[in-house]
Nanobody
Framework: QVQLVESGGGLVQPGGSLRLSCAAS????????MRWYRQAPGKERELVAI???????NYAESVKGRFTISRDNSKNTVYLQMNSLKPEDTAVYYC????????WGQGTQVTVSS
């Protein structure tokens, strides 16, 4: 069965960095686009970044120039490097893959606060 397991969240000060990981299993990772979403309290879930099977990337305007999505097909893992973090980046971050249906991980909490 498809599994997505996020890790790497935590508490960081404004201006700091975190790297999120999402370990995938149960499907052919290399041929699928992978996405990171986030959901802040009281807000809708929003798309943060996407990486295609060909490693084309796209980002939400709010994170462009600060976040980098990457993938390691040998490890079936997608990453989100987050730099220059701001309090408004505080959210639960989810890994996602869309195939016959949409699959989600359990999420990892990122809190940016001094």
């Amino acid at each position: 069965q498809v599994q997505l397991v996020e890790s790497g969240g935590g508490l960081v000060q404004p201006g700091g960095s975190l790297r999120l990981s999402c370990a995938a299993s149960g499907f052919i990772f290399s041929i699928n686009a992978m996405r990171w979403y986030r959901q802040a309290p009281g807000k809708e879930r929003e798309l943060v970044a996407i990486i295609t099977s060909g490693r084309t990337t796209n980002y939400a305007e709010s994170v462009k120039g600060r976040f980098t999505i990457s993938r390691d097909n040998s490890k079936n893992t997608v990453y989100l490097q987050m730099n220059s973090l701001k309090p408004e980046d505080t959210a639960v971050y989810y890994c996602n893959v869309d195939m016959s249906r949409s699959y989600w991980g359990q999420g990892t909490q990122v809190t940016v606060s001094s």
